[in-house]
């Protein structure tokens, strides 16, 4: 009983750590998300870490249209890396999970 309750444990710790290595791998995957026609683009780490903004001339002209592309290519941007970000993690805490009696229905 012990011993099941100890592998269960390492089990665990070992899956916590996969995670943080997981957390720390996304910080480094980048992807770049573009309005619609292609006059802001930005450049987000799967871990939502907004790393560049490229803004084209013709958009510094009118403050609100800018700050409509901005709102909505962000938003896409999180979208996005939350997703990649969830999906990521998921996998791993499932493939970690012991296999504990009546918690099968989780895997």
């Given at each position: 009983m012990f011993g099941d309750m100890m592998g269960m444990m390492n089990k665990i710790k070992e899956?916590?750590?996969?995670v943080e290595a997981t957390?720390?791998?996304l910080k480094?995957?980048?992807?770049?998300?573009?309005?619609?026609?292609g006059l802001?683009?930005?450049?987000?780490?799967?871990a939502r870490e907004i790393k560049n903004i490229s803004i084209a001339?013709?958009?510094l002209e009118d403050k609100e249209q800018?700050?409509?592309?901005?709102?909505?290519?962000?938003?896409?941007?999180?979208?996005?890396a939350s997703e990649m970000n969830e999906a990521e993690l998921a996998a791993v805490a499932k493939d970690g999970m012991p296999d504990i009696p009546g918690l099968d229905m989780f895997k």
């Open positions: 899956t916590q750590e996969k957390k720390e791998r480094t995957v980048s992807f770049e998300e573009k309005s619609s026609d802001l683009q930005v450049t987000i780490t799967a001339d013709e958009l800018l700050e409509d592309y901005l709102v909505l290519t962000l938003n896409k941007a999180i979208e996005r």
